[in-house]
């Protein structure tokens, strides 16, 4: 998973025709970890999409205009466009996780 760390480099990857997935988290965050624990299974099983993930309290602006109030949170982007959100609520399980992405791509 790919690190995004500027505006810049966010605008460009969410432009994509193709739908991109990013991650939102914090070095903080304790659920953020959990997560990290079992996203690799779910990243080789949807490794034809292309992931990346942002430190939330790096850019605090993409975080907020995008409306992620909780971490970890998923969001799918496709031409630039916000296509769906999964919560940090709803993102606790693999199983969480894996219907969002079967729902959403």
Known sequence: ME????????NETIAS???VIIKFEADWCPDCKRMDMFIG????EYKGYDWFNINRD???EIAEKYEVMGIPSLL???NGNKKA??????????EEVEEFLQASL
Do not use: C
């Open 3 to 10: 690190s995004i760390h500027t505006i810049e480099k966010f």
């Open 17 to 19: 025709e193709r739908p």
């Open 41 to 44: 299974d779910i990243l080789e």
């Open 58 to 60: 790096e850019l605090p």
């Open 76 to 78: 799918i982007f496709n």
């Open 85 to 94: 959100h999964l919560h940090s609520a709803n993102a606790k399980t693999p």
